[in-house]
Nanobody, 128 residues
Framework: QVQLVESGGGLVQAGGSQSLSCAAS????????LGWFRQAPGKEREFVAA????????SYADSVKGRFIISRDNAKNRVYLQMNSLKPEDTAVYYC?????????????????????WGQGTQVTVSS
């Protein structure tokens, strides 16, 4: 079992930047592929970004491509989401997620059903 705790959410103006962090504990962090998802009020949870176990591959939703950057530090058991050029429509609760993965492949996963472990979420609010 791996436990995930997000931090870094808050209120930011449109056009600004915000950095989220997710700390993991409990198991060997480098055995896990990681992802960020978000859920806005009244909407379904949606994929934001994902990163392979070794950081060698990343993937992004079209809505955030070119603005958000996912990264990880396996030595610190952390995954990050750097969010730039924020828009009001980025307002949501952001969740990090983890799943075990085969280290022979640098695979990313973009569906929530593919993840086994979730954090409690952190609120990001972008004001116009």
């Amino acid at each position: 079992q791996v436990q995930l705790v997000e931090s870094g959410g808050g209120l930011v103006q449109a056009g600004g930047s915000q950095s989220l962090s997710c700390a993991a504990s409990g198991r060997t962090f480098s055995n896990y592929a990681l992802g960020w998802f978000r859920q806005a009020p009244g909407k379904e949870r949606e994929f934001v970004a994902a990163i392979s176990w070794n950081g060698g591959r990343t993937s992004y939703a079209d809505s955030v491509k070119g603005r958000f950057i996912i990264s990880r530090d396996n030595a610190k058991n952390r995954v990050y989401l750097q969010m730039n050029s924020l828009k009001p429509e980025d307002t949501a609760v952001y969740y990090c997620a983890a799943r075990q993965t085969n280290p022979l492949y640098s695979t990313t996963y973009d569906r929530g059903s593919q993840y086994d472990h979730w954090g409690q979420g952190t609120q990001v609010t972008v004001s116009s």
